[in-house]
């Protein structure tokens, strides 16, 4: 079954840099959007940042705008999170998931997750 595997996370300094990396664990014809998801400890899943495939625009959380970026390789359906100015408040499990078409919301795949931890 395919699933999406995210990679790049670690423990960092407040203001340091990360890129997530999310891939398929076998190749997939297409996808609508891919999106970055988290949930920091205690809350609920939050929406980060999402890039469709058909124009490569994007949408981004307000906490993340002009931080954080989103891209996409469409060759390797692979997506790419830039995390810059990391804060102590970005501290989560980051998660990316893959929607499949636009005429629903629901997102068809989802990887397991990969810590990013931001010290003070």
């Known amino acids: 079954q395919v699933q999406l595997v995210e990679s790049g996370g670690g423990l960092v300094q407040a203001g340091d840099s990360l890129r997530l990396s999310c891939a398929p664990s076998?190749?997939?014809?297409?996808?609508?959007?891919m999106s970055w998801f988290r949930r920091a400890p205690g809350q609920e899943r939050a929406l980060v940042a999402t890039i469709f495939r058909s124009d490569e625009s994007t949408y981004y959380a307000d906490s993340v705008k002009g931080r954080f970026i989103i891209s996409g390789d469409n060759a390797k359906n692979t997506v790419y999170l830039q995390m810059n100015s990391l804060k102590p408040e970005d501290t989560a499990v980051y998660y990316c998931?893959?929607?499949?078409?636009?005429?629903?919301?629901?997102?068809?795949?989802w990887g397991q997750g990969t810590q990013v931890t931001v010290s003070s």
């Open positions: 076998e190749r997939i014809s297409s996808y609508y959007a």
């Open positions: 998931a893959a929607r499949y078409f636009g005429y629903r919301p629901k997102y068809d795949l």
